[in-house]
């Protein structure tokens, strides 16, 4: 079901479906939630699954100069009120999903049971990464999003899937091509001056699931696995056939790895 949630003056698209716990799929950079459109149908049969478009991304407004971490976990609580959802949350996000889902720790804790970071980084950019990203949100706003896909596409997905599976690839395109330049220029900017939060790991005191497929080259299984061993609830696991994109990659794996996980199973 597709909802209109508004936080002050801005509308956020948000879909929820199936019934049960509340678990909050929150998607990468720069896509919208239909990106786990593959693994919804599944997790939907134990939980409601609450799919948001980040501001500035998908359906949502809220276009901003600067779209900090600590502002799109803010939203997301906002959201969550206004859907009357008090319960605490498993929290789901991939890579752009997990930087905020530390933001979540930080910030509201009391809204979280449960945390699942999806390859993703603890460690912050460095100067010349930051530099990159200031670049290319200018080039999209002076470009538009055309040239997006071919320079993501071959980091995001692994080389059999791009081989393989012209149907991620078209999925992938499409989300990508229809991003409006202003959000995913002001989540660039806001990555680029993201936390590092290496020195939280040890404090964050909920189970954490770390899910990594396993060739991903932007945030690589052993770079996972490192800090995934500093959590002291963390669970790792390595999802096959894939690269940075489990959810759509190899849908299967990643939902079964998250249904256990959140039933308290090893994942
Ligand atoms: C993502 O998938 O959200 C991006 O790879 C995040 C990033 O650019 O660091």
Redesign the pocket.
Known sequence: MQHTIKVNDTAFQVHTDGAGSPLVLV?????DHHMWDSVVPMLAQQHTVITPDLRGFGGSGGFCEIATMERFADDLVAILDQMDITEPITFAG??????IGWQMWKRHADRLARLILL???AAG?DEIQARA?RVNAEGVLENGMSGVPAA?LP??LSEATREHRPDVVAMLTEIILRQDPRGVAAA?RG?AQRADVTAWLSEIDLPVLVLCGEADS??PVAEMRGFANQLPEGQFVVIPAAG??PPVENPAATSDAILAFCQGLPA
């Open positions: 998607h990468g950079f720069p896509m991939l890579s752009m999903g997990g930087y390859d993703t980084r950019d990203r993501m980091k995001l660039q990555m932007i945030s940075h994109m």
